[in-house]
């Protein structure tokens, strides 16, 4: 499935390792992320054109710090290293890196040595910083290239082979020239062809999964109407055609006219999904229910049996069909794995063990702007293809303490309002995510002469690139009056709309 102009990206924990690899990408070069403890072997069974060392939490002096095989400097191919990875090269190469004054944030790159890395560049540009450590003593091998007013080796290179480190961080879109400098590396340096286009890996995948599924065997695909579960199955089916067994489950918890679109559209797309109302037996499972990870477990546990009691039904189902895509991938095997687990995310990750099933995931090494990409040329409607995401347990998470018939209509009602007012407004495509939560709390409202208890609805909607970090979206006025009139005028038992602007983090996006 790999093409062969390949840079492999050497995790070393850096916030900003996928960023490397999908600007790689964005640069037409196939990457892939390995982490800084796979092996020399490793890496070299994957024939990289070139190998980009990231940043990282670190210090090189740390008694556990990641290391540098140092065997990878000596193989000919090129290696750019940034931030982390540039004190890293330096000191495996006999350098010496040391606390600096630190440096976070815009800083003025001075060029002192022309370069291939820096063509197109001026003699001084803009590029983000974020260190507290730095290259203070090259070893004979280097020479500096780049300097900044705190950071006096800020760039370097090897004198013969072709090894570069940056302290900067050339990933990011503070550093204006950093997609040209990545460029130069990929182009003029590895020698790279802009040749990464996923839509041309298509028919490659359908290949594959061809080669994989022997012609008596079946697939099984749960659908939920979410991008990467939708592709999926478009692309599992033009391989294997009927021999797919696609599974839509109404929990209950999902958006207005969700079920009947997503049913629509996958029918017009040819599957032909197994519909399973399930909505009263999730609805029932959570009655009580008011901690927020429990509620999520219930719900996954619910969907896991479910499925299993369709599958039972079907005779030669070998394959569970997955929509994981790559950072899913990379997260559950990486160098930073490890890290608090903030919210358990429903998935149905038991259940190919649990039922003896082969996993089938042909999504697995794209980014979620591939899959976009190969949704359209798959013929997957823009519609569904631009909704925001949407969590597996649904409005669940979008209520807080029990699942109540009544907060269920009150959050779902409210949401449909926030969604058509954004679109109305043009902003629906310019945010992250946008809904309506509701709790317990009340608020006294007045009704002509009458007074009346009312739930409080919070508007959560928010501006962000991968999830990981979000900040609440600086919505017009005027637009938030409107959702805010309708939302009291035309849901029943609503008394008070909030806004709620916190980041993440602090808070998560979801309220459980
Ligand atoms: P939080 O609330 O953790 O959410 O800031 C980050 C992103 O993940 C989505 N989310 C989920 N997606 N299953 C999913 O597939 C889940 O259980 C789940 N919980 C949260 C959330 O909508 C946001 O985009």
């Known amino acids: 499935m790999r093409p062969s102009d390949i840079i492999v990206v050497v995790d070393y924990g850096g916030q900003y390792t996928h960023l490397i690899a999908r600007r790689v990408r964005q640069l037409r070069v196939y990457s ?10 490793r890496i070299i069974r994957l024939r990289p054109r070139g190998l ?27 290696v750019l290293g940034i931030c982390y990875g540039h004190q890293l090269i330096a000191h495996t190469l006999g350098g010496k890196v040391d606390r600096g004054v630190g440096e976070y944030g815009k800083a003025m790159l001075r060029i002192l040595k022309k370069d291939p890395l820096f063509e197109g560049l001026d003699a001084e540009e803009t590029v983000w910083m974020s260190h507290r450590d730095q290259v203070v003593k090259l070893p004979e091998s280097l ?3 780049a300097c900044t007013e705190n950071t006096p080796i800020a760039a370097f290179k090897h004198k013969k082979l072709p090894i570069y480190g940056v302290q900067f961080h050339i990933e990011v879109s503070h550093t204006p020239k950093g997609m040209k400098l ?33 012609a008596n065997e079946k697939v099984l695909c749960a659908v939920s109407g979410g991008i990467d579960s939708t592709t999926t199955a478009v692309l599992v089916h033009r391989a294997i055609g ?29 599957l032909n999904p197994i519909y399973v109302d399930a909505k009263d037996r999730f609805l029932g499972r959570l009655k009580g229910i008011a901690d927020p990870e429990e509620k999520r477990k219930v719900i996954g546990e619910e969907f896991i049996r479910v499925f299993e009691e369709v ?8 394959w569970l069909a997955q929509g994981t895509i790559y950072p899913d991938v990379i997260e559950s095997g990486s160098s930073s794995a490890g890290a ?20 089938l995931e042909p999504l697995r090494y794209f980014y979620k702007d591939e899959v976009r990409m190969i949704a359209r040329e798959l013929g997957i409607p823009e519609k569904l293809i631009r909704r925001h995401p949407f969590p597996g347990p649904g409005l669940a998470v979008r209520i807080i303490g029990e699942v109540t018939p009544e907060k269920l209509r009150i959050v779902r009602e409210a949401s449909a309002i926030v969604e058509e007012e954004l679109r109305r407004a043009g902003l629906y495509d310019d945010v992250w995510q946008a809904f309506a939560v509701v709790g317990n709390d009340t608020w006294v409202g007045v009704l002509g002469d009458e007074r009346r208890l009312g739930h409080i609805v919070i508007i959560r909607i928010v501006e962000s690139v991968e999830a990981m970090t979000a900040d609440w979206a600086r919505i017009p006025y005027e637009v938030l009056d409107r959702i805010s009139r309708r939302i009291t005028g035309e849901v029943e038992g609503v008394t008070m709309v909030a806004y709620a602007i916190s980041s993440k983090p602090p808070s998560t996006i979801e309220p459980c």
């Open 182 to 214: 990545l460029e130069n590396f990929l182009y003029k340096i590895c020698e790279c062809s802009p040749s990464w286009n996923p839509t041309n890996m298509i028919e490659r995948i359908v290949r594959e999964i061809r080669r994989s599924v022997r």
């Open 340 to 359: 608090a687990r903030i919210k358990s995310h429903h998935n149905v990750g038991a259940l190919p063990e649990k039922m003896g099933l082969k996993l």
């Open 52 to 78: 980009i060392l990231s940043g990282g939490p670190r210090s090189v002096y740390d008694t556990n710090a990641p290391k540098l095989d140092k065997r990878l400097l000596e193989l000919g191919i090129p």
């Open 311 to 318: 599958a039972k039904n079907i005779q030669g189902i070998k």
């Open 32 to 41: 892939e992320i390995v982490p800084y403890h796979a092996s020399i072997e």
């Open 242 to 270: 009927d021999r797919l067994v696609t599974v839509f489950v109404n929990h209950g918890l999902m958006r207005k006219g969700e079920p009947e679109y997503v049913l629509k559209v996958l029918r017009e797309l040819g």
């Open 143 to 145: 020479e500096a290239l």
